[in-house]
């Protein structure tokens, strides 16, 4: 499956998700068809492009949000994905964006979505010393981390007594969770391909 990975920041899930299909969970099963950012100097870019990775870029910086997304869903469809996997992207999708790859837009989150929506996760479960957050991996709708869970995977979050360490103790999740999740929904979708033929 071709994968389109999309990040505003560090790059830290894309990396992952990069190594994945080089040695990991994703190997033989998934390829970065590009990685692609709204912030021409995301660290992230960089960094993936150091991996080898075809990546592309559109200033989303004082542009209007459906020319924008319309502009960016085109620029995508030219690697021709199967999934468009978000990492750190920081933006509400219009459905100028979605309706082209609907369905097949992955996000994930660092808290569970029912509880917690948007920006600022790990702060919040660290200032409500929660015993616990739970990692989400959903697919997208037009709603801010709204759409159906594919998986969710809880963090033990005891004695973590700075954000860093609840962060440390998340991304190490993500990092693992987001790479599975992608190879079982891939695996999924070739058996269901395979049975209909
Ligand atoms: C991660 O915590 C992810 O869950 C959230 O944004 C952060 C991105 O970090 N959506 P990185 O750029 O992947 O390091």
Redo the contacts with the bound molecule.
Sequence with gaps: ARLAIL?????????SLVQATKTGALHGLAEVAVVFSNQPDAP?LALAAAQGCPVASLPSQGRKREAFDAEAAALLQQYAPDFVV?????RILSPAFIQPFAGRIL????ADTHQHQGLH??EWAFDNKLAETK?TVHLVDEGLDTGPILAQEPVDLRGADTLAEV?RR??AV?HRLYAQTLAELIKKARHAERSQA
Excluded: W
Excluded at 7 to 15: A, Q
Excluded at 86 to 90: K, R
Excluded at 107 to 110: D, E, G, K, L, Q
């Design positions: 990040l505003s920041g560090r790059g830290s899930n894309m990396l992230g978000l990492a750190g992207y920081m996000n994930i989150h660092p996760a790990y990692i962060e998340g991304l993500e």
